[in-house]
């Protein structure tokens, strides 16, 4: 089946630094990749939908100066959270589907991200 | 309103027993559904796509009522291994967003 890998699945940080997590469609294309986020016994919250060759489209409440979203490539979407802070802590997740209806989302293994 | 609202739980059931959970969507367009399986600190994974015929896999049924607007997970003779927890996605019209409940926690006891 079709396969999303993202990495790191770790990153502690320093507050004020920044942090590139990168998403990646091995076996399949995808034009439409999407970054949730999960704090801890809640739910997946969509930050962003992310479109080969233009910009993201951010949910309500997501600055989108401070989660940089590059999706360069038919297989490649990056975020990158930006100068992050204590309260940036959580569980990012990558998810894409090859596009077609009813075609199931495959999720990257996901990133826990620690800002101390 | 949430697009997804789901009973967060925890259900603590007994191993064997039977479970269900509901799950209501506030969009009648909405074209896709799908109950997904979260261990903790885990990507979801998919469970079982959810038809309006209903559909069954083993121990797992489910069902989608449109005119309700809500999905339902049915899992008979639970086992230890399928305490996690569950949430349920719901597609936009246009198929390019997925909704997720807040999950429903299900702890099978021994």
């Known amino acids: 089946g079709a396969v999303v890998s993202q990495h790191p699945s770790w990153v502690i940080c320093k507050s004020g630094t920044s942090v590139k997590i990168e998403c990646r469609s091995l076996?399949?294309?995808?034009?439409?990749m999407f970054w949730y986020r999960q704090f801890p016994k809640q739910s997946l919250m969509l930050m962003a939908t992310?479109?080969?060759?233009?910009?993201?489209?951010?949910e309500q409440g997501v600055e989108k100066d401070k989660f940089l979203i590059n999706h360069a490539s038919l297989t490649l979407s990056t975020l990158t959270v930006t100068s992050a802070h204590p309260e940036d802590s959580s569980f990012y997740i990558c998810s894409a589907n090859p596009g077609r209806v009813n075609e199931k989302l495959f999720f990257g293994s996901g990133t826990q991200l620690s800002v101390l | 309103r949430k697009e997804v609202e789901q009973d967060p739980g925890p259900f603590n059931v007994p191993e064997g027993a039977t479970v269900a959970f509901n799950c209501t969507y506030s969009?009648?367009?909405?074209?896709?559904f799908f109950w997904y399986r979260q261990d903790c600190r885990k990507e979801p994974k998919l469970l079982m796509s959810v038809y309006s015929s209903g559909n069954e896999d083993g121990r797992f049924t489910a069902q989608l009522n449109r005119a309700s607007q809500y999905i339902s997970l049915l899992i008979r003779d639970s086992k230890l291994s399928d305490s996690a927890t569950y949430l349920c996605v719901v597609t936009s019209y246009n198929f390019n967003k997925f909704y997720f409940g807040s999950g429903t926690k299900l702890n099978v006891k021994p």
């Open positions: 076996d399949f294309q995808a034009t439409t």
């Open positions: 992310s479109n080969e060759g233009s910009k993201a489209t951010y």
């Open positions: 969009n009648s367009a909405s074209q896709s």
